[in-house]
Structures are given as C-alpha cells and as structure tokens.
C-alpha cells in the first residue's frame, strides 16, 4: 500500500441518518385513565410535566422492549432503502430490556433475521439514543461498518408503581421506540459533525431503579423484603434531576455548538430528549430560541427515555421540518448522571 492509499485508508468517514422509524402501541393512557389507579389530576401532571397522555404496552397485544424495537427498525431500514442484510451492527439502547441478559439487540438480530451481526445493549437510559447514535458514528468514522442500526425502546409501564405512592414517577414515562439506519457519508461536511458524551456516577442513586440487581437479588426481595422497601420499583429525586438536568442540557449544547462553531441562531432544529416540557422550555428560553426551533412531543406520549428522541426526530423528520442543509441538534440528560449532545448537518 503506497502513502496515498494509506492516508486514504485512514481518512475518516462521516455518518449520517439514512432512515428513521418509531413505533407506539395502540394503548393511549390519558392524564385521567390514571387518575383511576391513583390520587392526581389532569392539571397536576399537565402543570408539572406538560403531558396528556402516553402509550403503554396492552398484555397480549404482542409487544415488548425488543418486539417494538424491530417495528420502528423496519420502517428505518425500509426508509433507507437498504434490506436488513445490510445492516452490520446494531446498537439498542434501553433501560428496560426483554431480560436481565442477555440483551434486547440480540432478540432483533434474531427477529431481523441479520445472520451473525454484532447486537450491543447501550444502558444510558434517557442519554442512551444519544450514546448508541455517538458510538454508530464512531464505528462508522473509522471505515469498520456502512450501516448501523441504532434502536431505543423502552417498555416502562410493566414496571411502574400505579398505585399514590409512585405517583411522582409513574405519570410520567410512556412506552414506545424509535431507529435510526445510521450509514457512511462521503461528505466530511455533511452527517454527523460531532457528539459530546459524559457521566457523572455519584448520582446514580437520584434516578435510579436498585433492585433486583446483584446486590439486591430476586430471592431477597422476595422471601426476606420489607414491605416498606420498594426498591424494585424507579426512584427519581425529582428537584434534584430537574436542577442538574437544566445545567447540563446547556452545557452540552452549547459544548456541541462551540465545537462547530456555531452559534444559537444556527440551530434550526433542536430536539431535546422529551424528560419534562418544563426541562425544554427552560432551555429554549435561557437560549433565547423561537417554538419553531425546539421540536416537543413529550404531551402525546409522555418521557419514553432512550425512545424519546429517535421518535421525536422521525415525527420530525415526516412533518417537513428537517431539510437538507439544518443544523439539528439532539440533546438528553438523565439517570447515570449522564448527558451529551449530537450536533448534524442533515444531508
Ligand atoms: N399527582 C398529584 N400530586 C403529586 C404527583 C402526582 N402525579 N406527584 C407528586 N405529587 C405531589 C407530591 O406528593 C407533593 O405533595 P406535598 O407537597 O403534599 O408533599 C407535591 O405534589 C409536590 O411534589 P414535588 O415532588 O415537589 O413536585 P415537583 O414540583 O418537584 O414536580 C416532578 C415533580 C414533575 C417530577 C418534577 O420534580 C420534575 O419534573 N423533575 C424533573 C425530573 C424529570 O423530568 N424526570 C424525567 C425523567 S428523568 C429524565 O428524563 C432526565
């Protein structure tokens, strides 16, 4: 190989989006459906977090973690319009997988029918999307995959406590999926310009489901638990997320847009993780940014955490509002703590 090969051998590649596709079940819960199961309003939840409503998993009605995972990863790869044997990689981002282990990108490949491809589970909860779409764009930069899979799914209403007690949580997140067919761009200018990631685990308890876990194993929790002790079900320090949430969501974007020297006024489309409509109007306003720059959703189907993104780019992305040429910016903050944006040029 002479030098030109060589140095051509190491030019990174961009990626970029190549098809999206999201999934919701059927099952819409309104604001006063839960008002059947526990003490709290339509005002209270629509005050607070700015939902109607949310989608959750029907028993019987086929669905899970992964099976809603692959809907929204067909309607990507049909979108990309490649077959699914292209596909050389996939990345699933979830909090809630089918099982403990193994994980749920491992039941895509197998329902996909992609012989043989590498399946990563990503556990970043609501910063998973975020996560998987960086390490895509990494895999793809340095030339060892064209096409990548990238899957958030999350099943959260089989594990949520419905009843006064989990209140402050469970009216909050919603069930759903979204993907993305991450593919090579040629154009170094074009795709994904950069992502930002970070963590910060001395809060992994402020947001955080602790059981079962190897420290808090199933035969403890059953035979031996506290009736007091809920520990197997989220537990979320409300004001705490939300202060931290806000400081980080303009840390990394602004992060992200120095990188590339951008400035606010260059973003046409922002499209926070969809945690709190109260989280997105915080950051909208500090930015000083119009309504038509900040893409929300999070009313129809409440914080669908590591989906919550990829759905809110493919409703985008079908009403027109992304063109050729925007500069997109995706962000998200939650439990780990771990945040980071995603900077694109839609091509
Ligand atoms: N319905 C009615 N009342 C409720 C409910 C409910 N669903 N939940 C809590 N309350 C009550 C509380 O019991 C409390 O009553 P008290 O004053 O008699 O004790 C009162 O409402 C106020 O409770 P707070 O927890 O202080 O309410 P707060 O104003 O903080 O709102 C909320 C709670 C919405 C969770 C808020 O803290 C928040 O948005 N935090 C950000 C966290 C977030 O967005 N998480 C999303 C997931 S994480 C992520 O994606 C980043």
Redesign the pocket.
């Known amino acids: 190989m002479n030098y030109l090969n060589c140095v051509e051998s190491i030019i990174m590649y961009n990626s970029k989006i190549a098809g999206l596709g999201m999934y919701v079940p059927e099952n819409k819960v309104s604001n006063h459906n839960l008002t059947h199961l526990m003490?709290?309003?339509d005002e209270?939840?629509k005050e607070?977090?700015g939902i109607k409503e949310r989608r959750h998993i029907k028993k019987g009605d086929g669905n899970s973690t992964a099976v809603m995972g692959v809907k929204a990863a067909k309607q990507a790869i049909e979108r990309a319009k490649i077959s699914s044997d292209d596909i050389e990689l996939i990345l699933f981002a979830t909090l809630s997988p089918d099982y403990y282990f193994p994980g749920s990108g491992v039941l895509v490949q197998e329902m996909l029918s992609i012989k043989d491809c590498p399946a990563m589970d990503i556990r970043n909860q609501?910063s998973g999307f975020v996560y998987a779409l960086a390490t895509a764009d990494q895999f793809i930069k340095s030339g060892m995959y064209k096409n990548v899979l990238v899957i958030g799914s999350e099943n959260h209403s089989g594990g949520l406590d419905f009843s006064t007690r989990g209140?402050?949580v469970s009216?909050?997140f919603g069930d759903g999926a979204g993907a993305a067919v991450v593919s090579r761009e040629v154009d170094n200018d074009k795709g994904i310009l950069s992502s930002h990631l970070h963590s910060e685990g001395k809060h992994a308890e402020e947001?955080s489901l602790i059981g079962p876990s190897t420290n808090r194993w199933v035969p403890e929790i059953i035979e031996a638990n506290d009736p007091e002790d809920i520990s197997y079900y989220p537990y979320?320090n409300?004001?705490f997320?939300?202060k931290n949430?806000v400081v980080r969501f303009e840390q990394v974007i602004l992060e992200g847009l120095k990188k590339n020297n951008l400035s606010t006024e260059d973003i046409d489309l922002l499209i926070p993780?969809q945690?709190?409509l109260?989280?997105s109007q915080f950051v909208q306003r500090k930015f000083g940014l119009k309504d038509r720059q900040v893409y929300n959703n999070i009313e129809k189907y409440g914080?669908t955490?590591a989906a919550s993104i990829p759905i809110a780019l493919t409703e985008a992305w079908e009403s027109g509002l992304i063109n050729t040429g925007d500069k997109i910016v995706l962000a998200a903050?939650?439990?780990g703590f771990t945040w980071g944006s995603i900077i694109l040029n839609w091509q």
């Open positions: 003490d709290t309003s209270w939840i607070r977090t609501c209140r402050d009216v909050i947001l979320m409300g004001q997320v939300f949430a993780h945690a709190n109260r989280i914080n955490t903050f939650g439990s």
